[in-house]
């Protein structure tokens, strides 16, 4: 029976004499964003598995494993889906695309029945102004729970740059009804659970946004002053069902972003209801069956949750900690009925595994686990560390050490791999990373620094990388190299940077600004012009207010292009490494060719490599292994 296949897959086994890293390591993760139907009977889930991927719907009452529905090809990749009843999924699939000679990504709509009948595309093939559909179709604003027909999305309207929200049939592409528009520079909607759209964010201009919200007798109110240069940050992260209250984070009584509610009638913040000292509140959890508030959600060395009361969530992670050994027990979702919840549970740093817990009979069982051919083999410690900056700014960092040595005063000379996040608005966590752990299984300590610019610690910290690409965010990487060689557990001649997006940036600039610190660097769909970057993003609706923390074209040209490494090739003195998706959509492939192309006429040691049908996330394929193995066979360069 599939319960007892489920049970069988948690059972650990001793890894393979022939062990492969790369393909190990460089495995997509088995399961992906996994929902309960309405009764509790099936699963749907985005599988991989033999180098195949797609929807699946798994029938519990059946023995039969899994059955993928829409598979994942070179022109399309399925992206998030929901239950909108027992006979009815909806999902989203990514495409590549081209608009007026601009290579794009869109997204497409549909819904089919479980056994994967009845595939629907939700939208029209093209509007009446533009003979296209709309780029993105799968900006959900609410998938409205009472409701078994319809959802909301927003998209933009006919032949403008403003966005609208329409009511979308989930069974046909009949013609979609819109719920709110004639927002001047509106770009992003907020509906609660029920779906009534109380919140708009718009732009006045490039540099200027506006925000709205509906007050309880239904008219819109401008409250733009709460968000205006000067003021302190105001960020709407949750709808109350009472329509006066939504949930907002503020720096304004604190050195974090902490939790509060918020009158939209009286224009008043309440009472604080949760702050952590050291980290922003970056989300809340709602309630899945009313829409109150249960949760806020913060980061440590990992995301945490803090549940409010006695909340369910609560309930089912003690419940589940209580019956298994597992260190960790996360809370992921709960289907529409409120009977089924899908949580997950790991071991210190190992890969987590995904739980079904059925409430109304206490029933629990381990799906099988998201990286099979890493069962029994032994991970990297993972240790939080920080470390001053030039400038005496503290910096939060994680380091990864190979198998064996436990703490980092046991690590002597290692060979080290210097790895910056990408985003740069983003953060590293403790826990298990393929990347890292990969490092570390060939020898290397890993140095992850959530460099100033980072999320989650602060406004202050954040707005500190703001046009520092290359610069001061770019000195903290630096720093926390030469503090591993200070301290001896770096050797000073093996320490390499590696990074993807704007970690392969960092990684570039790591060798045109400081190449007697590197012996060698690896880029992933990295920057490597930032004027082209910004040109590139200027083609795209509000582009320009999206590169605004970068710089600006002409007022900061000089700065632009002392830190874009394409245009520094002659400072590189150690080998390159290349590496670039062909249809990567958020950094152009032309960065990556870009850098290379004048690496080459530099004559300087670099390789570069083309993924094929490779996006910005490495999900496509199998090119997460393929980039393993290209860095395989360039680590003997770096030492």
């Not at 304004?252 to 509060?260: E, G």
């Not at 083609?539 to 040209?557: C, M, P, Q």
């Amino acid at each position: 029976m599939f319960l007892s296949m489920l049970a069988a897959a948690t059972v650990a086994a001793a890894p393979a004499t022939d062990f492969d890293a790369a393909a190990a390591f460089g495995a997509m993760p088995l399961f992906r964003s996994i929902q309960v139907s309405p009764n509790g009977e099936m699963l749907a889930a985005v599988v991989r598995s033999g180098g195949r991927s797609g929807l699946a719907v798994i029938d519990i009452t059946e023995g039969v494993g899994f059955k993928r529905f829409v598979e994942d090809s070179d022109a399309l990749k399925v992206g998030k889906f929901f239950w909108k009843a027992d006979d009815r999924l909806v999902f989203s699939a990514r495409i590549p695309g081209n608009r007026y000679g601009t290579p794009v990504v869109e997204t497409r709509m549909f819904s089919m029945e479980p056994e994967g009948k009845g595939i629907r595309s939700l939208y029209r093939e093209s509007t009446r102004n533009t003979g296209l559909p709309p780029q993105i179709q799968d900006d959900v604003v609410s998938w409205l729970p009472n409701d078994p027909q319809n959802i909301y999305v927003q998209y933009l309207g006919q032949g403008t740059n403003t966005t609208n929200v329409m009511r979308m049939r989930v069974d046909n592409p009949t013609r979609h009804r819109v719920v709110e528009a004639n927002r001047k520079g509106a770009f992003d909607w907020m509906a609660d659970r029920d779906g009534n759209v109380r919140v708009v964010n718009s732009l006045r201009n490039e540099k200027t946004r506006m925000l709205h919200v509906k007050t309880p007798d239904g008219k819109w109110k401008d409250i733009s002053h709460r968000i205006a240069p000067g003021q302190p940050n105001f960020r709407i992260v949750g709808l109350d069902p009472d329509q006066d209250t939504v949930y907002i984070t503020s720096d304004h009584a604190t050195d974090t972003m902490a939790l509060y509610p918020y009158s939209v009638t009286n224009d008043v913040i309440g009472e604080l209801l949760f702050s952590h000292p050291t980290s922003d509140v970056y989300g809340i959890s709602l309630s899945p069956k009313n829409g109150r508030l249960i949760g806020a959600r913060y980061a440590e060395e990992s995301p945490v949750t803090h549940w409010f009361g006695n909340s369910l969530p609560k309930k089912l992670i003690k419940a589940i900690g209580d019956a298994t050994d597992a260190d960790y027990v996360s809370f992921h979702n709960l289907n529409m009925t409120g009977d089924a919840a899908i949580l997950s549970v790991s071991n210190g740093i190992r890969p987590s595994q995904y739980v079904m817990f059925t409430i109304s009979s206490g029933e629990m069982f381990y799906l099988p686990q998201q990286y099979p051919d890493l069962a029994g083999v032994d991970m990297g410690e993972v240790i939080s560390v920080e470390y001053k900056a030039r400038d005496g700014l503290t910096i939060p960092a994680f380091v990864t050490l190979p198998p064996g040595i436990k703490s980092l005063e046991d690590a002597k000379n290692l060979p080290f791999a210097i790895n910056p996040h990408g985003g740069p608005t983003s953060r590293d966590f403790a826990g298990f990373d393929w990347l890292a752990q990969y490092l570390a299984s060939q020898g290397y300590g890993v140095l992850q620094m959530n460099f100033r610019g980072s999320d989650g610690y602060g406004a202050e910290f954040k707005s500190a990388g703001n046009r520092e690409w290359g610069q001061a965010m770019q000195d903290d990487i630096s720093d926390g190299a030469q503090w591993l060689i200070d301290q001896g557990s770096a050797h000073p001649d093996k320490t390499m940077i590696i990074g993807g997006s704007y970690g392969g940036y960092a990684a570039l600039m790591g060798a045109v600004k400081t190449p007697d610190l590197f012996s060698c660097a690896v880029s992933l769909n990295g920057v490597s012009d930032l004027p082209a970057l910004i040109s590139h993003e200027a083609e795209f609706v509000n582009g320009s207010y999206a590169t605004r923390h970068i710089g600006r074209l002409w007022k900061d040209r000089v700065m632009l292009r002392e830190n874009s490494p394409a245009r520094r090739a002659e400072d590189v003195q150690i080998p390159v490494l290349i590496v670039h998706g062909e249809k990567d959509r958020v950094v152009p492939l032309n960065q990556g060719q870009r850098m290379a192309r004048a690496l080459e006429r530099a004559d300087k040691d670099v390789r570069f490599v083309e993924l094929d049908e490779g996006s910005h996330y490495l999900d496509v394929n199998d090119n997460r292994v393929t980039f393993l193995r290209e860095l395989e066979a360039f680590l003997p360069r770096c030492q």
